[in-house]
């Protein structure tokens, strides 16, 4: 892909024009995925005003992790959880109430992801909406993000009525066969269907995809744009591709930051109210790569401090060198980029 160094200012914000009014077409959002330097810097700037008309307290939010079980179902072609070679563990109902109870008292946190790999087993998802029962019953002010793949309505229902006020279901890309490709376990159509049984339920739901996947064309990009933007999400997001150790993708080159970077500003001009994550991916092929996703709109920052350190290495997303951030260098980071952390949230009612 031909990048863009510098282009005249008056073309580049009648192309974010463009886009902020939806008249606007493939090459238009193409154009603006190439530009860097001056070009790229306006193009961020127009996210933060857009990030600025909801968010006008400046306020980024910080979640905590707690990766709850290694056991996936799906056998994805870029990933290497559930790798056959891997110790798998879950983490059980009693440690995990635990877990979240220091969290919220020792480290204030007030947003708590939940995050597993795909597993639909009953007796896992029903140990998960105990732990989610107990902890909202002590902790009625944490909000519970629910991260563990493809569901069955009930279940989705389930841990809904304990407590779960959100849901990452990542879509990873919007075209059909694309996803079918990096995902040879999972159909499209199923995907679909669970993003819309989590609104159907009242979920606050959040979706993604992964820029540079194999396969993956500039129009894939805006269509993504167009696909993310019509769900009217809570939560949206961008991440840059990483090819797992041991995976099929292993060899492939990684995605670029930079058209990562556009695309996440793209992301929050098209969703100016979204929670927007900047993600370790960035920060992993990119130094202060966290920072700028900040800088390109995003407003949510995560910890991976919830789950236990005898356990992250069962837990390598894409390797065991994945960059795990701390708090003081998301706490640099926010601050650095105008920001500050939000305050707790408050109490939100428990449906019957």
């Known amino acids: 892909m031909a990048t863009i160094d510098s282009i005249e200012v008056d073309t580049i914000h009648a192309i974010i024009s463009d886009i902020e009014s939806g008249d606007y077409d493939s090459e238009t959002v193409k154009r603006a995925l190439r530009v860097r330097g001056i070009s790229q810097q306006h193009l961020f700037a127009s996210a933060r005003q857009a990030r600025l008309t909801s968010f006008p307290d400046d306020r980024a939010e910080i979640r905590s992790v707690i990766e709850i079980s290694n056991i996936c179902k799906q056998r994805c072609n870029y990933c290497n959880i559930g790798c056959d070679e891997t110790k798998k563990y879950v983490i059980p109902t009693a440690d995990l109430v635990e877990i979240a109870s220091f969290l919220y008292r020792e480290r204030n946190r007030r947003v708590l992801l939940l ?17 989610c029962s107990l902890i909202k019953d002590r902790m009625p002010d944490l909000q519970l993000i629910g991260c563990i793949g493809n569901l069955s309505f009930d279940q989705y ?43 159907e339920l009242e979920f606050k739901v959040g979706s993604g995809i992964i820029v540079g996947l194999p396969g993956q064309t500039e129009e894939d990009l805006v269509d993504d744009l ?15 591709f990483i090819p797992g150790l041991n995976t099929a993708y292993e060899l492939m080159p990684t995605g670029d930051v930079e058209t990562t970077l556009n695309f996440m500003a793209l992301l929050r001009i098209k969703n100016p109210a979204a929670l927007i994550p900047t993600t370790s991916s960035l920060e992993k092929l990119k130094a202060d790569g966290q920072y700028l996703g900040l800088m390109a709109g995003a407003n949510t920052v995560t910890i991976h401090d919830g789950t236990p350190q005898e356990l992250q290495h069962l837990f390598p997303i894409y390797d065991q060198k994945r960059f795990r951030p701390n708090d003081h260098h998301l706490c640099e980071i926010v601050e650095r980029a105008g920001l500050r952390l939000m305050d707790p949230s408050p109490v939100e009612s428990r449906p019957e």
């Not at 995902?183 to 669970?194: F, V």
């Not at 167009?226 to 840059?240: E, K």
Request: aromatic residues 8%; charged residues 30%; proline residues 3%.
């Open 115 to 131: 995050q597993a790999g795909e597993n639909r087993d009953a007796r896992f998802v029903d140990g998960v909406i105990r732990a």
């Open 226 to 240: 167009n696909f993310l933007s019509g769900l009217y999400l809570d939560m949206v997001s961008a991440s840059v």
């Open 157 to 199: 229902r389930d841990l809904k009525k304990a407590g779960v006020d959100r849901y990452l279901l990542k879509i990873e890309a919007s075209r059909p066969s694309l996803y079918e490709s990096v995902k040879p376990n999972d159909t499209w159509m199923d995907r679909h269907r669970c993003l819309e049984q989590l609104a």
